[in-house]
């Protein structure tokens, strides 16, 4: 190289990286009090509210909303509905329809109008029967009637998963593509454009609850947690959904960010499978004394999460303090408990065997959600100490949703929300209620316990809350004596926004993101 | 010796460096000061201190200790991905040259065909549909590799196979395994071999990044690339996660590719003075 090469060179380095300094001291201040930015985690395809789970999206994004709300004790509020009521019968439910409301076309919605959307809700989508079945729906001016099939005692409830939030069919007819434009719903904003990179929206001029605070909203998909606390960081978004442990203490207690935490009604937990060596329930006893939950939420997830115990969150109140966990962290009794099991390591090798065979077991665990594969880190580092083998498989959250109905694993990781309907009994059942006939199908790991399907079946017909209740903690208890799951902690979740943004609010359910409330001051 | 060390001052020193790397990677064991597999949650996410000078990771693992036994894989892995793929591409380059004809036309089209890719996405293709493990991540780069072999040795062998000590051994009616093995291969070695040293450093950074996507080596490995992907959560708070296993990368790659520069200026003819 020659000498005036070498001196063009270190001149074009000095001045990139001092034009790269100047340019992190540009900050654009002066945030336009039109336009809002949230850095979002996306994983809707298309904005069709019966595919998948992407009405959920809908309703974050404020398109849609639902005849029910839930309050931050997942109580149910009015919300499209005004009121509601059930017969005699108990299977003959009466909304009444508010007057105000209409679609973000100016269309009024009617009981008429409610009876179509659930109706289309039913045609396509194959989840809506998992929650409740009709016999028929009749609308009557703004009161609409529901005769279900048996007794749902948590009728409204239901209603209020974003799967039920209301769309204007008529547009549809009319010819609009709810999947490519978006759907014609109730909420402050509608959607202008739509990829799963982005979103798109601009204020619903027909808004029935309130003015508008934002004449447009963009949503980048930023799914990445170290990326959308960047984001946040320059300017470029003025609020993140969900930052992660790594990032947690740069916005905490800074006065320049508003930083709204609550807990969620999610359990991470890890699933066994029933079969193999963990047919042995001194095994799934070992695997759950061997690993420190209290540690992994303190230190490695920096409080973030509350210490798992039980398979609902305290946040749910189903006697969380109340049911008995035993399996409390101890290497020793784990240890024990494989060695009364036939499991010590006879060869020296570090893991207990058996046969001749080491106890190594797959543990999945998918991409999307950066805490569970710290977890899963963590405690393949506990149970090697305890002699137990990990193959740690991060594979797609696709393939996790085959492998639950499949059973075809031996530990498998997932953050699961507990009480979407207000209600956990439908959570419970489906991971753990017996699956004769595909009754359960997410339950592939094998687990059955006929006393626990009783304990559901009547916490879910019976009308006496009590009863309810009551039964949903024994079956908790039976779940733990069972030793049917590990239930690793319950996340927080949290908002943080610039400290101009006023109206951040955490809601348990996490449905509710961009309300009509959300404003910059 | 002393001359020769005089000769090529550049390439002693870039050996002893060398030399160096395999040292630790051999005595990783007894270099490491700290413990590198086991976890210690009450010391996670420490910052470097002289206790642990390059700091903890967030099982409370040292790093600097990881970052010596990773040493053992990168290197491991960055030679034997650049053996597979040379013995590979030696042997198909050598036959498709050798014999001409349709044998040839086959072969050099598979490895046009392999040529043509971007050859870092096939791999993580390949790695993708086999699952992250360290035998897949040597079958997913030596599979991308190899076609570069196969090209430079059919067009040696064909210069080669016209020199007259090959008519020669034809003419003695040497079977054609001897010459190959004994006429060309032989001369045609000395580049293959400065040409493959080039890509143990390449290698390492391709390990790395596959690794550092989730396709290569897997947790608890200590491995630079996955620690650089461990540490990323952390790049805010704690950036020693990330800081040092890049350094380790940088430094041992570029150690690898000035060696390999200057083994070339060495091996090639043209260079001596």
């Keep these: 190289m020659k000498q005036w090469q070498r001196w063009l060179m270190v001149g074009t380095l000095m001045s990139m990286s001092i034009i790269g300094f100047f340019g992190c001291g540009l ?36 398109i849609g909303e639902t005849l029910v709300k839930f309050n931050d004790t997942m109580g149910t509020e009015p919300w499209i509905a005004l009121k509601w009521s059930v017969g005699d019968d108990n299977q003959t439910w009466t909304f009444t329809i508010n007057d105000k409301v209409t679609f973000s076309n100016g269309r009024k919605v009617t009981a008429q109008a409610v009876k179509e959307s659930l109706e289309r809700t039913f045609e396509k989508s194959q989840r809506a029967k998992t929650f409740f079945n009709y016999d028929r729906i009749e609308a009557n001016g703004q009161t609409l009637i529901i005769h279900t099939d048996k007794v749902y005692p948590n009728l409204p409830g239901l209603l209020g998963d974003p799967l039920f939030l209301i769309v204007d069919v008529q547009s549809e007819r009319e010819g609009r593509n709810f999947a490519v434009d978006g759907p014609i719903g109730t909420g402050p904003y509608v959607a202008t454009s739509f990829t799963k990179e982005r979103a798109e929206l601009e ?140 499991w010590v390591d006879t060869d020296g090798d570090g893991y207990v065997d058996k046969d001749g065979q080491d106890l190594v077991l797959d543990f999945y665990t998918y991409t999307s959600r950066p805490e569970l594969n710290l977890y899963a880190e963590a405690m393949q580092a506990d149970y090697k100490k305890i002699g137990i083998g990990i193959n740690i498989k991060i594979v797609d959250y696709s393939v996790i949703d085959e492998l639950a109905k499949s059973g075809a694993y031996d530990l498998m990781i997932s953050s699961v929300v507990t009480a979407n309907t207000g209600n956990p009994v439908w959570f419970l059942k489906q991971y753990w209620g017996s ?36 039964a949903i903690i024994s079956a908790q208890q039976i779940l733990l004596d069972d030793n049917a799951a590990i239930y690793l902690g319950y996340p927080k979740i949290n908002l943080v926004g610039k400290n101009y943004m006023k109206g951040i609010h955490t809601s348990p359910c996490e449905y509710y993101i961009i309300t009509k409330d959300l404003k910059k001051e | 010796m002393a001359e020769c060390i005089q000769k090529h001052k550049l390439f002693t020193i870039y050996s002893v460096l060398m030399l160096i790397i395999v040292f630790i ?81 086959v072969l050099m089209r598979l490895a046009d065909i392999m040529l043509s890719f971007p050859g870092v996405v096939l791999a993580i293709a390949i790695a993708g549909i086999l699952g992250g493990s360290i035998f897949n991540t040597i079958l997913a780069l030596s599979i991308v590799g190899w076609a570069k072999y196969a090209r430079l040795v059919r067009s040696m062998t064909l210069k080669v196979r016209q020199e007259e000590y090959v008519t020669a051994a034809v003419m003695m009616g040497a079977s054609t395994w001897t010459i190959l093995r004994r006429h060309i291969i032989p001369n045609i070695l000395p580049l293959v071999v400065t040409t493959g040293a080039l890509d143990i450093g390449a290698m390492m950074i391709e390990v790395a990044g596959l690794s550092f996507l989730g396709f290569g080596a897997q947790p608890p490995t200590p491995e630079w690339g996955l620690m650089l992907n461990e540490g990323r959560q952390y790049l805010q708070t704690s950036p020693w996660l990330m800081a040092f296993p890049g350094l380790s990368i940088l430094i041992v790659v570029s150690i690898f590719n000035l060696w390999s520069d200057s083994l070339r200026d060495v091996v090639d003819p043209k260079n001596e003075g």
Excluded at chain 1, 453 to 464: K, V, Y
Excluded at chain 2, 31 to 59: E, I, R, V
């Design chain 1, 27 to 62: 900050q654009f201040n002066d945030h336009d009090k039109d336009v809002l930015k949230v850095g979002a985690i996306g994983f809707a395809s298309t904005l069709e509210p019966t595919e998948n789970y992407f009405s959920w999206v809908v309703v974050r994004y404020g």
């Design chain 1, 203 to 342: 204020a619903n001029k027909h808004y029935w609850d309130g003015t508008v605070p934002f004449k447009r909203v963009e949503v980048p998909a930023i799914n990445d947690a170290n990326t959308r606390a960047m984001a946040l960081q320059s300017g470029d978004v003025d609020m993140a959904i969900n930052i992660g442990p790594g990032e947690y203490d740069l916005f905490k207690d800074n006065k320049d960010y508003v930083f709204e935490e609550s807990s969620s009604l999610r359990d991470v937990m890890v699933r066994m499978s029933q079969n193999g060596a963990l047919a042995d329930a001194n095994i799934r006893a070992a695997l759950i004394a061997g690993i420190d939950r209290e540690s992994y939420a303190k230190t490695l997830l920096k409080d973030t999460f509350i210490a798992g115990k039980a398979p609902l969150p305290p946040s749910l109140g189903y006697g969380f303090k109340q049911v008995k966990a035993s399996n409390q962290y101890s290497p020793e009794n784990a240890r024990k408990l494989l060695a009364q099991s036939g």
């Design chain 1, 435 to 470: 699956n004769i006939d595909g009754a359960n199908p997410n339950n592939g790991s094998g687990y059955s316990n006929p006393r626990y399907d009783e304990l559901l079946a009547l916490a879910g017909s019976t009308m006496d809350s009590t009863t309810a209740h009551n």
């Design chain 2, 25 to 105: 990677a051999v005595f990783a064991p007894w270099l490491a000061p700290g413990d590198a597999f086991n976890s210690d949650m009450t010391k996670a996410l420490q910052a470097p201190s002289a206790q642990h000078w390059f700091g903890t990771d967030k099982l409370g693992r040292d790093v600097l200790s990881r970052i010596i036994y990773g040493t053992q894989l990168s290197l491991f892995m960055g030679v034997t991905i650049v053996v597979v793929m040379v013995s590979i591409g030696t042997i198909i380059g050598a036959v498709a040259g050798y014999f001409g004809g349709k044998v040839e036309m």
